[in-house]
């Protein structure tokens, strides 16, 4: 507000001292201060938004232990490994890729231990209901079906 009162009385004053002819440059003048002014928010808007991702991730990543138990797994030791787990859990609710579970280490419930990663090894001669597996299976498969009925409500709308 006050950066635009400055623009009009600069103007009025030059328009009373030099008259009407340099009333021509001051859209000009208004366009070239306006791009500034969008400029300068749109750059304190993005840095203040990747601040507060900043913020919301660190607090999340409290989380990731017990979101990974929950989901079944055990989280990797590595940090390299860590980052290609998260990103095949977000594939499989992003793009409807499925997780492979042979990939990770099952998290047992009954120990708190990870499980040997080869878990087709852990169910041979158990029904699917009594495996170790089987509830967070279930939970995963019960969220993607819930996902794709929600997709699909979207496109019919």
Do not use: C
């Amino acid at each position: 507000m006050a950066l635009t009162f400055g623009i009009w009385s600069a103007a009025r004053f030059l328009v009373e001292s030099f008259g009407t002819g340099i009333w021509h440059f001051l859209p000009l003048l208004q366009m070239l201060v306006a791009f500034a002014l969008v400029r300068l928010a749109y750059e304190l808007a993005v840095s203040s938004a990747a601040q507060w991702g900043d913020v919301v991730k660190s607090a999340f990543d409290l989380y990731l232990p017990a979101l990974a138990h929950q989901l079944g797994y055990e989280l990797p030791d590595t940090l390299d490994q860590r980052f290609k787990f998260w990103e095949a859990v977000a594939k499989q609710f992003q793009f409807f890729q499925p997780l492979r579970p042979e990939d990770w280490k099952v998290f047992s419930k009954t120990t708190g231990e990870a499980t040997p990663s080869d878990n087709s090894a852990q169910t041979e001669g158990k029904p699917e209901e009594e495996s170790d597996d089987a509830e967070g299976e279930h939970a995963r498969n019960r969220v993607l079906a819930k996902k794709d009925s929600v997709a699909f409500q979207e496109i019919e709308h």
